[in-house]
T-cell receptor, first 113, second 114 residues
């Protein structure tokens, strides 16, 4: 079945710096790749997603890139702020088959002010 | 719009007991998926319900069962609870439409088995 690996497990950056989180997936049939942010004790919230027919997508300070050949995708956060501190999860799915999400293990991002 | 709501928010059960968790999907959504999130881990897919049928299932034993009602709400049942079943149980809803992908999560039910 699908497997998603996520790195690093923890990431500390200085406020204003950039943060990059990387994920690899195993199932070449995966065609949808969302990123979720989960603050302590709260629900996962979708922050950005990308489909397999697109190589890059940007939303203000957040961007995601996808390399289908290498089967990896990355989250880029620029100009980090303390409120970006949270756990970030990548996921992969095939939305044509019910969109069962397979998640990575998560990255704890700490933004130091 | 209330979004996805789950009840209860917290629950403590004893080993061997049975538990039922409930989920109301976001208004207009017809598909409900359940996930188990152990402490420090990513959510793991349990199963998905659409049109009152279990459509997909993850690698969970038969002790985990579910149901979807005509109003699209759903229940997750776990029998013969084990200590290892302690986790945050998340419900996610979505709309079954071509090209639609986004899943909205509820706040979860924190289950503790003692």
């Amino acid at each position: 079945g699908e497997n998603v690996e996520q790195h690093p497990s923890t990431l500390s950056v200085q406020e204003g710096d950039s943060a990059v989180i990387k994920c690899t997936y195993s199932d070449s049939a995966s065609n949808y790749f969302p990123w979720y942010k989960q603050e302590l004790g709260k629900r996962p919230q979708l922050i950005i997603d990308i489909r397999s027919n697109v190589g890059e997508k940007k939303d203000q300070r957040i961007a995601v890139t996808l390399n289908k050949t290498a089967k990896h995708f990355s989250l880029h956060i620029t100009e980090t702020q303390p409120e970006d501190s949270a756990v970030y999860f990548c996921a992969a799915s095939n939305w044509e088959y019910g969109n069962k999400l397979v998640f990575g293990a998560g990255t704890i991002l700490r933004v130091k002010s | 719009d209330a979004g996805v709501t789950q009840s209860p928010t917290h629950l403590i059960k004893t080993r061997g007991q049975q538990v039922t968790l409930r989920c109301s999907p976001k208004s207009g959504h017809d598909t409900v998926s359940w996930y188990q999130q152990a402490l420090g881990q990513g959510p793991q897919f349990i199963f998905q319900y659409y049109e009152e049928e279990e459509r997909q299932r993850g690698n969970f034993p038969d002790r985990f069962s579910g149901h979807q009602f005509p109003n699209y709400s759903s229940e997750l049942n776990v029998n013969a609870l084990l200590l290892g079943d302690s986790a945050l149980y998340l419900c996610a809803s979505s709309l079954e439409l071509q090209d639609n992908t986004e899943a909205f999560f509820g706040q979860g039910t924190r289950l503790t088995v003692v």
